[in-house]
């Protein structure tokens, strides 16, 4: 079974600011991947960013970049110079990729807000 | 290129009634995936559909079930509303299995459809 972990319910940050929001993961698939989501208001849930298992560099997406430390089993998301639109709930997801364990397991989230 | 789609965006129902929701994916995306939202449990999985057939499934009730069309359009049904079903029914879409952890795996979300039982 897959399991991820949010350990931040909320955080504060200043506008201009980066910020790190931390996940770890448990799996023992050696196949999988792992999915950075934002949600604001509105509910839709918005794709940010992706590291694939095998990938040997660290993924990046604008603002947007995965520390992914594969051996701690840590995924963090870093948002560089933070803007107000960030706020928001971010999750962090897994997928494994042995049939049967293909479903998207979210984390509980964090709520992240921008403060100007 | 459009977005998945998902219909009605909001309904209200009673205990008791039944309701269908549904999805469009992206087009030339064949895998569709239903989750279910809510502030108590969260993002849970639901089930899972690839070329019409239910690949995966989540640990809920028989009450809920869903479809795949030829098209990749899906719908998924509740029957018997309870009150706990209250919630933010989020459908997602991707290219399907296969792909290994290659970025082409990544679940495209729509906007959802919140459901509100009375």
């Known amino acids: 079974a897959q399991k991820i972990t949010q350990t931040q319910p909320g955080m504060f940050v200043q506008e201009k600011e980066a910020v790190t929001l931390d996940c770890t993961y448990d799996t023992s698939d050696p196949s999988y991947g792992l999915f950075w989501y934002k949600q604001p208001s509105s509910g839709e849930m918005i794709f940010l960013i992706y590291?694939?298992?095998?990938?040997?560099q660290n993924a990046t997406e604008g603002r947007y970049s995965l520390n992914f430390q594969k051996a701690r089993k840590s995924a963090n998301l870093v948002i560089s110079a933070s803007q107000l639109g960030d706020s928001a709930m971010y999750f962090c997801?897994?997928?494994?990729?042995?049939?049967?364990?293909?479903?998207?397991?979210f984390g509980t989230g964090t709520r992240l807000t921008i403060i100007p | 290129k459009a977005g998945v789609t998902q219909t009605p965006r909001y309904l209200i129902k009673t205990r008791g009634q039944q309701v269908t929701l549904s999805c469009s994916p992206i087009s030339g995306h064949r895998s569709v995936s239903w989750y279910q939202q809510t502030p108590g449990q969260g993002l849970q999985f639901l089930f899972e559909y690839f070329s019409e057939t239910q690949r995966n499934k989540g640990n809920f009730p028989g009450r809920f079930s869903g479809r795949q069309f030829s098209n990749s359009r899906s719908e998924m049904n509740v029957s018997t509303l309870e009150l706990g079903d209250s919630a933010l029914y989020l459908c997602?879409?991707?290219?399907?299995?296969?792909?290994?952890?290659?970025?082409?795996?990544?679940?495209?979300f729509g906007a959802g459809s919140r459901l509100t039982v009375l």
């Open positions: 997602a879409s991707s290219l399907g299995p296969g792909q290994g952890p290659s970025g082409a795996n990544v679940l495209t």
């Open positions: 997801a897994m997928r494994a990729f042995s049939f049967g364990n293909e479903k998207l397991t």
């Open positions: 590291q694939g298992s095998y990938d040997q």
